[in-house]
């Protein structure tokens, strides 16, 4: 593609060394940089990509796209761009690379603290249930490992895949980081939904009111706004907020111009997402649930329900993650307390933080009247001791991980991990006793 027909995406911007080069290839990531290429000097939260524009240009980068103003070394290699924005630049060009995807699309885009991913689960259920070629980009099916919305360039290649394959509709679950970092720049969503807000994530957006605002500019920006309510009279899924859920999910597919009858027939055939209550049959007598919940409003919801159908003692074993939101865990330690017999306190993704440490922060919300409280910072462990000492009736609730592939243990390195096959070591462990 020509330079001059890419830069047609950017409303601003000033071209040094005004060369209509040919570009053979887009990227921000300087070790994918090849001869012929246009690299996109981002500045991360970690490092400044402008330093390594030295490094892209001896790879043979044609264009390089930045913020900083060129150095005069540069431009005998290559065509700059300045931009004020080096990541909205990213998206826009991404999508003009790919041929504008989006405006093929019908794109339905979910945001919210917690509900996101069955939101958009559920809309491409019923979708694809009534015979609509529909794409889908969750936490779940890209890629699983800490990441809800994926970079500008991953996420216009999977919509250009979409078109490709005749897709009518697209589905994207949308964080509150891909909105701020200008991920989504370039996608032109038909539907915004917003399924709740609550305070999450302010380790990155320091306020409330920022992540407040950083969700409403999202939803602001589409054609139509759909806000889940606060009450439904579908009653189809297990707990309210999941039929909350499909409500909002409903009245997305009606704005698509489907009756709302039609819509509500296909629910009854859907199966929450994995890691989203998700129980783990077993012939030991007992229920055993994982959940991603990792929020105090999240965990107060799975846990209502919970509580609201056990017939045993209801055993929850929960950590909280290193490096985010540490106001947050004294309350889940009060929540898990207020509808919980037993509490097991472990790891989730301490990354640099002392996991003790941690588990005393959550233990601080927790009554010294409640007792049954067991601390095992090694999670395997403290999820064989969950289903060591249930008996037949209790409920296991596992919080935190969900569907999530890997932990975080040192800050540095992702560790392979699956909820899942911990628990059928579990119950292994638990046949041999």
């Known amino acids: 593609m020509k330079l001059s027909s890419l830069l047609e995406a950017l409303p601003e911007y000033k071209l040094f060394e ?10 921000d990531d300087s070790r994918n940089v090849k001869k012929g290429c246009i690299f996109v000097a981002v500045k991360g939260l970690n490092v400044n990509a402008h330093k390594l524009i030295p490094e892209v240009l001896e790879k043979g980068a044609q264009v390089v796209v930045g913020e900083e103003s060129p150095k005069k070394d540069w431009l005998k290699k290559t065509t700059y761009v300045k931009v004020g924005n080096s990541r909205k630049a990213l998206g826009l060009l991404a999508s003009q690379w790919f041929d504008n995807p989006s405006s093929k699309l019908k794109v339905v885009g979910v945001t919210g603290t917690k509900g996101k991913t069955t939101t958009v689960h559920l809309i491409y259920h019923i979708l694809t249930s009534l015979g609509k070629r529909t794409g889908l980009i969750s936490s779940i099916t890209y890629p699983g490992l800490h990441v809800t919305t994926p970079g500008s360039i991953e996420l216009q290649k999977l919509l250009k895949d979409m078109v490709d394959n005749n897709f009518k509709y697209a589905v994207i679950e949308v964080s509150s980081h891909g909105i701020d970092q200008d991920r989504i720049a370039g996608v032109k969503f038909e539907v915004g939904v917003l399924t709740n807000i609550a305070p999450e994530h302010l380790d990155y957006h320091k306020t409330f009111t920022e992540y407040k605002k950083i ?8 054609e139509v706004k759909v806000i889940c309510p606060k009450t439904t ?13 499909a409500e909002a999910a409903t009245r997305v597919v009606q704005v698509l111009g489907i009756d709302r009858q039609k819509v509500i027939s296909t629910l009854n055939s859907f199966k929450l997402p994995e890691g989203r209550l998700e129980e783990v049959e077993n012939n030991k007598g007992i229920k055993i649930y994982i959940d991603f919940a990792h929020t105090p409003d999240s965990l107060e919801a799975v846990l209502i329900y919970l509580k609201s159908i056990k017939k045993g003692k209801l055993i929850s074993v929960f950590g909280s993650a290193g490096e985010r939101d540490a106001q947050k865990r004294s309350k889940m330690g009060e929540i898990a ?3 919980s017999d037993t509490i097991i306190l472990t790891s989730e993704d301490p990354r640099s933080e002392d996991p003790s440490d941690i588990i005393y922060q959550i233990r601080s919300g927790i009554s010294k009247n409640f007792k049954d409280v067991i601390e095992i910072v090694n ?4 999820i064989k001791e969950a289903i060591r000492i249930a008996e037949p009736g209790d409920t296991v609730a596992l919080f935190g991980k969900g569907h999530e592939k890997s932990m975080n243990l040192d800050g540095i390195q992702e560790t392979p991990w699956s ?13 041999q006793n």
């Open 18 to 27: 005004p060369k209509d080069r040919n570009i053979t290839q887009i990227t």
């Open 215 to 222: 969700k409403m500019s999202f939803i602001n920006s589409a």
């Open 233 to 245: 009279k579908i009653n189809v899924l297990p707990g309210k907020f999941n039929n909350l859920n």
């Open 337 to 339: 307390a207020r509808y």
């Open 379 to 382: 999670r395997k462990k403290a």
């Open 419 to 431: 909820e899942h096959e911990v628990v059928r070591f579990a119950l292994e462990k638990k046949s």
